[in-house]
């Protein structure tokens, strides 16, 4: 168990739909990343926040938005949902904000299929 | 720019023979590598790193991997695989201090017969 929890393990939702995925960081942990894994683009980073400041960004659509919350879960919210937004969400913490060491711990992810 | 390749998208052994996942790098500077694991329906978990101290790094359940810079690689071994190491493994690179810099490879996927 690392730590990462991770709601909803699963959802099913239709085109045009939002949903929000939710993630608690480890105890302790200050960074929160939100990861898109699909079969066709493997792992992707979409963002990053640190102590509720967004920190980094990757490849997130413009759809989809992300915050930290004071208590430092994090949620991931995804609108106007496409068939191609199917794909398992992970989020993941680690302790360090600025300087990243590759030591992430991550949630078992929200498996969102769109139909 | 970094980018990280693993050689063989599947590996299929017989328990209690050797594991050997092919992971090539490449990097401007010099870069902090790791390994991750993925069972099924479960996170990825840190197997082991790489942050330019030994260039023999063990890990967690007996793996451990080389790093050698000449020919740019990171192979994963195991002396002796068990059912229990079925699973995805992915090879990570890192130049930075950046999520953004973190790049993970495709995935090996290791099947452990019985």
């Known amino acids: 168990d690392s730590g990462v929890t991770q709601t909803p393990k699963h959802l099913i939702t239709a085109t045009g739909q939002r949903v929000t995925l939710r993630c608690s960081p480890r105890?302790?942990?200050?960074?929160v990343y939100w990861y898109q894994q699909s079969l066709d683009q493997g792992l992707q980073f979409l963002i990053q926040?640190?102590?509720?400041?967004?920190?980094a960004k990757g490849n997130i659509l413009e759809r989809f938005s992300a915050q930290q919350f004071p208590d430092l879960h994090s949620e991931l919210n995804l609108s106007s949902l496409e068939l191609g937004d199917s794909a398992l969400y992970f989020c993941?913490?680690?302790?360090?904000?600025?300087?990243?060491?590759?030591?992430?711990?991550f949630g078992e992810g929200s498996r969102l299929t769109v139909l | 720019a970094q980018s990280v390749t693993q050689l063989d998208s599947h590996v299929s052994v017989s328990e209690g023979t050797p594991v050997l996942l092919r992971c090539n790098y490449s990097?401007?500077?010099?870069?902090?590598l790791f390994w991750y694991v993925q069972h099924p329906n479960k996170g990825l978990q840190l197997l082991l790193k790489?942050?330019?101290?030994?260039?023999l790094v063990k890990g967690i359940n007996g793996f451990e991997a080389e790093f050698k810079k000449s020919e740019t690689s990171f192979h994963l071994t195991k002396p002796s695989a068990h059912m229990s190491d079925a699973a995805e493994y992915f090879c990570?690179?890192?130049?930075?201090?950046?999520?953004?810099?973190?790049?993970f490879g495709s995935g090996t996927q290791l099947t452990v017969l019985p």
């Open positions: 993941a913490s680690s302790v360090a904000g600025g300087g990243h060491t590759g030591e992430l711990f």
């Open positions: 105890s302790g942990d200050l960074s």
């Open positions: 926040y640190y102590n509720g400041e967004e920190r």
């Open positions: 990097s401007s500077y010099s870069p902090s």
């Open positions: 790489y942050t330019s101290a030994a260039t």
């Open positions: 990570v690179v890192s130049e930075g201090g950046s999520a953004r810099q973190l790049t």
